[in-house]
């Protein structure tokens, strides 16, 4: 075969031999190299984001877990973070606190225990790291703010890694340090000093875990302070860096970045700023916000994760692009391998990085991602172009031994529209340890030694369907695997299942709102407590559920229909809530704050007793049963014209909750 020709053949499949006139990039360890990878991970949490992931049937929720963490499959993440819960709304729903109380400790609430013991059953190396986005309201002692009595905070997070490893077996590695307002150097200090005290010499803390600055410069000033930080972490850092930072020689971390709507152009986004994030700014992990969007879509940030499950009623899941643009770095790299210093920027834009793990293991990835197609949710993207180009890449020192690498590709296709993700290309041959690549627009490739990749699959699973419109839940159940009742979605409060050993008649298993104090939190959740369920589109439906109040004289509870609201948002919630009141009247309000009164009078409900509330919406009216009687009707209903089914409380106090039920037209 004569050269020209095989010249055509190689092109054809995407690399080609030394013998093109192409721009030459050397990847050499001769001089050194760079910095040592983390690795890549997903979020879970911060708020709830993966609250109906646990409601999957099998085979499907361990197929989702599967692509998420199992090695050589999907995305094979090498860490998962988690919401050390707070009691609070943190963005998209609220997770349980270990510690309700200063005095309760409960180690088997929410689900982010379960979800790092599956993850590190498939993963047993998978690195674990906590973060408290919020606090129970004890912690800051009547005010919004956790840390004005640091070794109260202090003790209340560790407690919460001391549970994980007694009641769970987990090692906790990592714990961040965060808050929108400022980090505080006493505070990371006190932590640092009670880890080692309880025998956590180990877990390394992540400061501030939300921005580069003051905590960088505060690191340079004071040795205390920076003896007690590992990581500086930082949120939507831009793939750049500050030069305090690089200065303090500490492991820099995009702690939790991508955050954007999972379509091929968030496939982008994460596949840029994967590469970026180290060749920009010297970072060597990325923690992608989110792990798995499964949560309502309609909620703040619907779909903002590597993938989507969603729908945990009909079974369906979907794989977005995320995962496999995740695979091209995570199943050819391992935490401890490092970064080559010859990494850098394409001639015609884009990036490339290099990783060896000192064994004779190389692995290069390339993105060529255009900037309408790599647009990330944050922060905002400046310009830059991106063409089809020719590049050589020249392995020197001792990778020049290397014949052949595995080839691994990405093609986003957007003019097509027919994206082919993560396809094994032919083995490539290296020619005097050089080989070239034609490298067109928005292309992810894999160069690499490493032959376990592989494009894990299932069957597909079960077509999308909308929640049922017949629905109900009497929680009668006796040993749940979880607190949280299915596809409750808490957005202010804490509801959990509960045991009612006072009534010895049909309510003795309930769903109960315990908190009675407002959490620390950051985000603007409501003065009320609400739990949102259903299909959001649902306009003319019924919602019935028994109710007990536990607070007399002021307490109250209501059921709602059309709540339009939910997550950050929750407390400007509006549809149609039916309140009754333990002074013995009710009220119909078009707000969840109860300002827009639709209907009210006496109702004779008291605290400590059972009552039975009716809701029905259709249209534009809407009317209301007490205890099987009517108590109000054709209330004038004009907005919102659809929305979720709700409960929840008057304020945070005890309430119970039983026999709940849906009929939506």
Same mark, same amino acid.
């Given at each position: 075969?004569?050269?020209?020709?095989?010249?055509?053949?190689?092109?054809?499949?995407?690399?080609?031999?030394?013998?093109?006139?192409?721009?030459?990039?050397?990847?050499?360890?001769?001089?050194?190299?760079?910095?040592?990878?983390?690795?890549?991970?997903?979020?879970?949490?911060?708020?709830?984001?993966?609250?109906?992931?646990?409601?999957?049937?099998?085979?499907?929720?361990?197929?989702?877990?599967?692509?998420?963490?199992?090695?050589?499959?999907?995305?094979?993440?090498?860490?998962?973070?988690?919401?050390?819960?707070?009691?609070?709304?943190?963005?998209?729903?609220?997770?349980?606190?270990?510690?309700?109380?200063?005095?309760?400790?409960?180690?088997?609430?929410?689900?982010?225990?379960?979800?790092?013991?599956?993850?590190?059953?498939?993963?047993?190396?998978?690195?674990?790291?906590?973060?408290?986005?919020?606090?129970?309201?004890?912690?800051?002692?009547?005010?919004?703010?956790?840390?004005?009595?640091?070794?109260?905070?202090?003790?209340?997070?560790?407690?919460?890694?001391?549970?994980?490893?007694?009641?769970?077996?987990?090692?906790?590695?990592?714990?961040?340090?965060?808050?929108?307002?400022?980090?505080?150097?006493?505070?990371?200090?006190?932590?640092?000093?009670?880890?080692?005290?309880?025998?956590?010499?180990?877990?390394?803390?992540?400061?501030?875990?939300?921005?580069?600055?003051?905590?960088?410069?505060?690191?340079?000033?004071?040795?205390?302070?920076?003896?007690?930080?590992?990581?500086?972490?930082?949120?939507?850092?831009?793939?750049?860096?500050?030069?305090?930072?690089?200065?303090?020689?500490?492991?820099?971390?995009?702690?939790?970045?991508?955050?954007?709507?999972?379509?091929?152009?968030?496939?982008?986004?994460?596949?840029?700023?994967?590469?970026?994030?180290?060749?920009?700014?010297?970072?060597?992990?990325?923690?992608?916000?989110?792990?798995?969007?499964?949560?309502?879509?309609?909620?703040?940030?619907?779909?903002?994760?590597?993938?989507?499950?969603?729908?945990?009623?009909?079974?369906?899941?979907?794989?977005?692009?995320?995962?496999?643009?995740?695979?091209?770095?995570?199943?050819?790299?391992?935490?401890?391998?490092?970064?080559?210093?010859?990494?850098?920027?394409?001639?015609?834009?884009?990036?490339?990085?290099?990783?060896?793990?000192?064994?004779?293991?190389?692995?290069?990835?390339?993105?060529?991602?255009?900037?309408?197609?790599?647009?990330?949710?944050?922060?905002?993207?400046?310009?830059?172009?991106?063409?089809?180009?020719?590049?050589?890449?020249?392995?020197?020192?001792?990778?020049?031994?290397?014949?052949?690498?595995?080839?691994?590709?990405?093609?986003?296709?957007?003019?097509?529209?027919?994206?082919?993700?993560?396809?094994?290309?032919?083995?490539?041959?290296?020619?005097?340890?050089?080989?070239?690549?034609?490298?067109?627009?928005?292309?992810?490739?894999?160069?690499?030694?490493?032959?376990?990749?592989?494009?894990?699959?299932?069957?597909?699973?079960?077509?999308?369907?909308?929640?049922?419109?017949?629905?109900?839940?009497?929680?009668?159940?006796?040993?749940?695997?979880?607190?949280?009742?299915? *596809?409750? @979605?808490?957005? =202010?409060?804490?509801? &959990?299942?509960?045991?009612?050993?006072?009534?010895? %008649?049909? +309510?003795? /298993?309930?769903?109960?709102?315990?908190?009675?104090?407002?959490?620390?939190?950051?985000?603007?959740?409501?003065?009320?407590?609400?739990?949102?369920?259903?299909?959001?589109?649902?306009?003319?439906?019924?919602?019935?559920?028994?109710?007990?109040?536990?607070?007399?004289?002021?307490?109250?509870?209501?059921?709602?229909?059309?709540?339009?609201?939910?997550?950050?948002?929750?407390?400007?919630?509006?549809?149609?809530?039916?309140?009754?009141?333990?002074?013995?009247?009710?009220?119909?309000?078009? *707000?969840? @704050?109860?300002? =827009?009164?639709?209907? &009210?009078?006496?109702?004779?409900?008291?605290?400590? %007793?059972? +009552?039975? /509330?009716?809701?029905?919406?259709?249209?534009?009216?809407?009317?209301?049963?007490?205890?099987?009687?009517?108590?109000?009707?054709?209330?004038?209903?004009?907005?919102?014209?659809?929305?979720?089914?709700?409960?929840?409380?008057?304020?945070?106090?005890?309430?119970?909750?039983?026999?709940?039920?849906?009929?939506?037209?």
């Amino acid at each position: 075969m004569n050269r020209s020709v095989l010249t055509v053949i190689v092109l054809f499949l995407g690399f080609s031999l030394n013998f093109c006139s192409c721009q030459t990039y050397v990847l050499n360890d001769e001089e050194g190299l760079g910095r040592v990878f983390d690795g890549i991970g997903g979020l879970s949490g911060g708020g709830a984001t993966s609250r109906l992931l646990v409601n999957y049937a099998e085979p499907y929720r361990s197929q989702i877990l599967d692509y998420l963490f199992k090695p050589n499959f999907g995305a094979s993440l090498h860490i998962l973070k988690v919401e050390i819960g707070g009691d609070a709304q943190t963005t998209d729903g609220t997770e349980p606190s270990h510690m309700h109380y200063e005095n309760d400790e409960n180690y088997f609430r929410g689900y982010e225990w379960w979800l790092m013991k599956e993850a590190k059953k498939r993963n047993p190396n998978i690195t674990l790291i906590g973060l408290p986005w919020a606090f129970p309201g004890w912690v800051g002692h009547g005010k919004n703010w956790p840390y004005d009595f640091p070794d109260i905070t202090a003790t209340y997070v560790v407690n919460w890694i001391l549970g994980a490893k007694q009641y769970h077996d987990l090692d906790i590695q990592y714990v961040g340090i965060w808050n929108e307002r400022n980090y505080d150097s006493k505070y990371i200090k006190l932590l640092r000093y009670t880890l080692d005290k309880s025998g956590l010499e180990s877990v390394r803390i992540i400061a501030s875990d939300n921005v580069w600055e003051p905590i960088a410069l505060s690191l340079l000033l004071d040795p205390e302070l920076s003896s007690a930080v590992d990581v500086i972490g930082a949120h939507y850092p831009g793939t750049t860096t500050v030069t305090e930072a690089l200065k303090t020689k500490k492991k820099l971390w995009s702690s939790e970045d991508y955050s954007t709507f999972n379509d091929e152009v968030g496939g982008g986004c994460w596949a840029r700023i994967l590469n970026q994030n180290y060749v920009n700014g010297l970072m060597t992990a990325t923690i992608s916000w989110n792990l798995v969007a499964s949560y309502y879509e309609e909620l703040p940030f619907g779909r903002d994760g590597l993938m989507t499950a969603e729908e945990p009623w009909s079974g369906n899941y979907v794989v977005e692009s995320p995962i496999w643009i995740t695979a091209h770095t995570t199943q050819f790299t391992q935490p401890g391998w490092t970064y080559l210093k010859t990494v850098g920027h394409l001639a015609q834009g884009g990036s490339y990085v290099a990783l060896t793990d000192g064994r004779g293991n190389l692995t290069v990835v390339i993105e060529t991602m255009t900037h309408d197609h790599s647009v990330c949710v944050r922060p905002p993207l400046p310009a830059f172009n991106v063409t089809s180009q020719n590049a050589t890449f020249q392995l020197k020192g001792s990778l020049a031994s290397i014949k052949e690498l595995q080839a691994w590709r990405s093609q986003f296709n957007f003019k097509t529209k027919k994206p082919s993700f993560f396809e094994k290309l032919t083995t490539l041959k290296l020619l005097d340890g050089s080989f070239n690549l034609t490298l067109a627009e928005d292309e992810i490739y894999t160069l690499t030694t490493i032959t376990t990749g592989q494009k894990g699959s299932y069957p597909d699973p079960p077509p999308s369907a909308r929640f049922p419109k017949a629905y109900k839940d009497d929680f009668n159940v006796r040993n749940p695997p979880f607190s949280e009742a299915p *596809d409750f @979605a808490d957005q =202010t409060g804490v509801f &959990e299942y509960y045991i009612n050993l006072t009534d010895p %008649g049909p +309510h003795v /298993l309930t769903l109960r709102q315990v908190l009675t104090q407002r959490p620390v939190t950051w985000a603007s959740d409501a003065d009320q407590t609400i739990s949102v369920i259903g299909d959001y589109q649902w306009q003319s439906l019924t919602v019935t559920c028994d109710v007990f109040m536990e607070r007399v004289q002021t307490g109250g509870v209501f059921i709602a229909a059309r709540v339009d609201k939910g997550g950050q948002s929750i407390r400007t919630a509006r549809g149609v809530f039916f309140w009754v009141f333990a002074d013995g009247t009710y009220k119909v309000t078009n *707000d969840l @704050a109860g300002l =827009t009164v639709l209907a &009210e009078g006496q109702s004779g409900t008291r605290a400590y %007793g059972w +009552h039975t /509330l009716s809701l029905t919406v259709k249209g534009q009216y809407a009317s209301g049963m007490l205890n099987g009687y009517p108590l109000w009707k054709n209330a004038v209903v004009l907005t919102p014209k659809n929305g979720w089914a709700a409960i929840g409380t008057r304020s945070f106090e005890l309430a119970q909750f039983d026999n709940f039920a849906v009929i939506a037209e």
